[in-house]
């Protein structure tokens, strides 16, 4: 009996009960309210530096005045990569946090499961960082959500038309890793290829994120007599296939995906083992001598000091997330000082930003109500001793 | 007798606390409830002496059943419990039986590795299960919340007492369950599987049915969660979840109710209890998942300390224990 | 052709990797009869360590040898504060506690190194060897190599030490042994370090091909445990042949089974486990019988 009402009274003062909203929730004379969800911990945990990115550029700007005199205060949580954790993230950070908006949720299949409750509670979507078309595709149907890195199908798409243009006889092998990310990835190289998709792809081979290594699959599409290898893997797993690739004596013409072609992967031993690979390339990679002397990257540099304590200033994830942060602050500031939630998503909407910092150059984020892909002409880079050099001009998918 | 009044005043704050508590919190604690159930079903499955660290694939599988049934067959919510359950019972039972000739620790094993394995599985047959992007529930307004406009509660609300009334009506069946004769050949099947046999319980018999049994539990719970977070994935019921289950039902084991409610609300607030812990940047993901196992051992090495505890509680409580 | 020899031969590559971590399994279940589900992360953490040491300069062999001392220490340290308390409560609290400790090592390792891969210098060199159309490297030799040499040295100690023959009798019964005067708390602790100091070898070698990561051995344990079960959990021979074993077994069916593919290995593992212990519980090498009470 007693420990019924002990249990009752501990739960009680666990509990505190939401504040009542303003106006425009989420928004006071001082300060915005940001919500986010990413892969704090897990597998994929390298991902959420883009989180971490961000709330040190917004830590940056509130100390030079914040958006029309209001502080932005950013708050993420844990999922663990775990889509139903995002929902519940999610729902806490409208019902509990009152926030105005959410920004940058990370994870394809995370953004899909909170899309549904962000577009019927009326909240802004904004910003995922997440690849999928669909967040640019159906703005009918979700108007309140929007993407910001070019959709990995584009990507395959790119890479496919760089293939057509300079091997157009060339046979590809490609190894994916087995969700929505890789299958993005070749779904979109394959449609890039068109026609020549079936004659000129000889093998495609998918890993599940829970095997130990893929020695067997890149010796498998090594068989398959390629002599262009794509690489549709993350993290260690892209290491991997360079690494065994080099040492089943198989030296094919490399593309890696952005999201495993960060400098840090990249720079293996012996050297020559990624030489020559191509990817693309939209946020600055400070580790890239192209851009030593980048305002941007030292801008990055010196957010990552002063504000991201324990921050690699290599980690390229900390810049893309400031890149996002930067059109969040854009966007915010043409909403006007009368923010609403409205507001904002007008301004997501009619973007035509070219001066973000940490986007490499030219890489411009545009946006018109009919056109939700916010990056979408990006550039090609390759590998050369020890460093990416971009060349040719900006290229876009067919979107 | 006891007993039954302090289950009555707990029923008694059940219904009030969604008045007192906010939306959000009241979710949660439905979320807490689906846990709760789950919980009681291992411990029905531990009165057998066998174990689970696997239950978590039990309430995969009533998670998705229902979410299934709800997607492509338009059933209502409610009545995709009792079929999950079922589902769920049904498999418990079928792995019941190989499960009889594994020992301790090799059964231990087993249901881990099917629980690691679960997620590829659900990700490989992705026609019926919709694969790593998993099934959406949200915005069915034929099929779910109908208690909504019956009893004037909203949706939060709604969820909340769905689950704690069947968490109740379990709670009653399981407590009926294990001081009936059930009860007590599980008893003596775990104690001595010898002097069970000499007087003449089947004892393979027993083990299924406690399979079973805790398997339905675990479908039910699942199926709770799915209707509550209206979505579920392959990384939705993860091994972490299959082991802070078995936490909470050792901590609810020897028949104590409060140390599966206490279990199910770790399970439930452990992050926010790891995130008020001085000097730890929960932001990282070294921090964070040090400190969840930390609290997990501390656990397990407070265990004796706190059963000690508890027992002697229930002596005093109680006229007989279980 | 080529390509079912050289599937066969990376296979024999990875499954020396499984092989080495299941040896670590069995000596702790051996010695202590306890499932040490966190086996994995303690290697990748000794792994960190032996990195460590090499990045402040010291050479290979030094290195090595002292992460071996380190991890035996700290395996009999751990098992002597907090398995022991554990091990006197009910037998699935030392389970979960072994799972306490996974959790635990896998947040510690990425705290203090942080969660990115990285290279890992072996002793053997990583340059490939053709033979045959067939490509496998010196690090791949190594791994087995070290591993058979590693159940030689334990199967001695068992069998021909009395330290051994301590640790085999606190393992079958720990009170009788305890009558005769074996120091039984002792030896539990000694079975921890011997376990951790294997482990530690298992990720050394694991690491040049794996990539040094603190998720590395996550994937690895639950192939190690079928290993593990496959060749006997008693028998140290049997982890390494049932590693080999398993690893070409994996490879050949993700290759040529399609609706295996890349995706259902681990599914696959299940099935190793699943079927033995139904089957013939006592693996390929194991002796004891199992007993089901």
Request: net charge positive; aromatic share 10%; proline share 4%.
């Amino acid at each position: 009996m007693k420990i019924a009402l002990l249990l009752a009274v501990a739960v009680l003062g666990a509990a505190a009960s939401s504040a009542s909203g303003a106006s425009t929730p989420g928004v006071s004379a001082t300060s915005i309210a940001i919500g986010s969800s990413g892969p704090l911990t897990g597998e994929a945990a390298a991902a959420a530096g883009v989180l971490r990115g961000a709330d040190g550029y917004f830590k940056y700007v509130n100390a030079h005045g914040g958006v029309h005199g209001r502080k932005i205060q950013f708050t993420y949580l844990d999922d663990g990569y775990d889509p139903s954790r995002t929902v519940n993230n999610v729902r806490q950070l409208i019902q509990q946090n009152n926030v105005f908006a959410l920004f940058s949720v990370v994870g394809t299949n995370e953004n899909l499961a909170i899309r549904d409750f962000t577009n019927a509670a009326g909240v802004p979507q904004v910003f995922s960082a997440a690849g999928a078309t669909t967040f640019g595709r159906d703005y009918a149907k979700y108007p309140w959500t929007i993407g910001y890195l070019p959709p990995y199908h584009e990507e395959g798409e790119i890479y496919a038309k760089n293939i057509l243009k300079t091997q157009p006889k060339a046979k590809i092998a490609v190894l994916y890793q087995s969700d929505d990310y890789g299958r993005d990835l070749l779904a979109g190289f394959r449609a890039g290829l068109g026609g020549k998709a079936r004659s000129a792809i000889v093998q495609t081979v998918g890993y599940d994120p829970t095997a130990t290594d893929v020695q067997s699959q890149v010796a498998q599409l090594k068989a398959s007599g390629a002599n262009t290898f794509m690489i549709f893997a993350f993290g260690k797993f892209a290491i991997q296939a360079f690494v065994y690739a080099n040492k089943l004596g198989w030296k094919p013409q490399i593309y890696v995906n952005d999201v495993a072609s960060a400098s840090s992967i990249m720079a293996l031993d012996p050297a020559s083992t990624a030489e020559g690979s191509i990817s693309i390339l939209w946020g600055k990679d400070p580790a890239t001598p192209a851009f030593a002397k980048d305002p941007g990257v030292k801008l990055a540099a010196q957010v990552i000091k002063q504000y991201i304590p324990g921050g690699n200033p290599s980690d390229g994830f900390l810049v893309a997330g400031m890149a996002e942060a930067y059109s969040l602050v854009d966007a915010l500031k043409a909403a006007g000082k009368n923010l609403t939630r409205q507001s904002l998503m007008t301004a997501v909407t009619h973007m035509n930003e070219t001066s973000n910092p940490f986007l490499a150059p030219g890489v411009t984020v545009r946006t018109t109500p009919a056109s939700r892909f916010p990056i979408s002409h990006v550039r090609l880079q390759r590998w050369h001793k020890g460093h990416w050099v971009p060349f040719g001009g900006l290229v876009s998918g067919r979107l | 007798m006891r007993r039954l009044y302090a289950v009555g005043v707990t029923v008694l704050v059940l219904v009030l606390l969604p008045f007192v508590l906010s939306e959000f919190r009241t979710v949660q604690l439905a979320t807490v409830g689906a846990y709760f159930i789950a919980v009681l079903g291992l411990d029905v499955l531990l009165e057998s002496g066998q174990v689970s660290l696997g239950h978590g694939a039990f309430m995969a599988v009533g998670g998705y059943t229902t979410a299934i049934l709800m997607a492509n067959h338009g059933v209502q919510d409610v009545w995709t419990i009792p079929i999950a359950a079922g589902v769920a019972g049904g498999l418990g039972l079928l792995f019941g039986i190989p499960a009889l000739r594994l020992s301790g620790s090799y059964l231990a094993l087993a249901t881990f590795a099917i629980a690691i394995v679960l997620p590829t599985l659900l990700k490989k047959f992705d026609h019926f299960t919709g694969g790593s992007t998993g099934i959406t529930l949200f915005g069915r307004p034929t099929q779910t919340g109908h208690g909504t406009g019956y009893l004037g509660l909203t949706n939060n609300t709604w969820l909340y007492a769905l689950t704690w009334l069947v968490g109740v009506l379990v709670f009653l069946l399981a407590w009926w369950l294990l001081a009936s004769r059930f009860g007590r050949s599980l008893r003596a099947v775990r104690d001595s599987e010898l002097a069970a046999a000499a007087s003449g319980v089947n004892r393979s018999a027993y083990k299924v049915a406690a399979f079973g049994v805790s398997a339905a539990y675990a479908g039910a719970a699942g199926a709770l969660y799915a209707i509550n977070v209206a979505y579920v994935s392959p990384d939705t019921f993860p091994i972490q979840l299959s082991l802070f289950l078995l936490v909470g039902a050792v901590m609810g084991a020897f028949g104590s109710i409060w140390g599966a409610l206490a279990g199910a609300l770790l399970i439930q607030f452990l992050p926010d209890i790891v995130g008020v812990l001085p000097h730890v940047d929960t932001k990282q993901a070294g921090p964070a998942t040090f400190f969840y196992g930390a609290v997990l051992v501390a656990l397990i090495l407070l265990l004796p300390f706190v059963l000690r505890v508890a027992s002697s509680i229930a002596d005093r409580s109680y006229s007989r224990t279980p | 052709m080529a390509n079912f020899l050289q599937q066969v031969v990376s296979g024999l590559a990875s499954g020396g990797i499984y092989g080495s971590l299941a040896l670590a399994l069995v000596i702790i279940y051996r010695s202590t009869g306890v499932l040490n589900f966190a086996q994995g992360e303690l290697a990748t953490l000794s792994t960190f360590v032996c990195l460590a040491l090499l990045d402040h300069g010291w050479s290979f062999w030094p290195a090595f040898a002292a992460t071996l001392a380190l991890s035996f220490a700290g395996g009999l340290v751990l098992q002597r504060t907090v398995v022991r308390p554990a091990q006197r409560g009910p037998q699935i609290g030392v389970v979960i506690l072994t799972i306490g400790l996974l959790i635990a090592v896998n947040g510690l390792t990425t705290w203090i190194w942080g969660g990115a891969a990285r290279q890992f210098p072996g002793p053997f060199s990583t340059a490939p060897i053709h033979v045959g159309g067939v490509a496998f490297s010196k690090q791949d030799l190594g791994v087995i190599a070290v591993s058979l040499v590693t159940v030689a040295l334990v199967g001695l100690l068992f069998s021909r030490t009395k330290l051994g023959l301590g640790l085999r009798a606190t393992a079958v019964n720990p009170n009788e042994a305890r009558l005769v005067g074996v120091p039984v708390g002792w030896l539990l602790g000694v079975g921890w370090g011997l376990a951790a100091a294997i482990g530690a070898v298992a990720g050394v070698m694991a690491a040049p091909s794996l990539f040094l990561e603190p998720n590395m051995m996550q994937a690895v344990l639950l192939y190690a445990f079928a290993a593990a079960v496959l060749g006997g959990m008693d028998s140290p021979l049997g982890a390494v042949v049932g590693g080999l074993i398993l690893g070409v077994l994996l490879n050949l069916l993700g290759t040529y089974v399609h609706w295996v593919g890349g995706e259902l290995r681990l599914a696959a593992a299940l099935a190793v486990i699943l079927g033995v212990l139904l089957v013939r519980p006592s693996g390929l090498f194991g002796s004891r019988s199992v007993t089901r009470a």
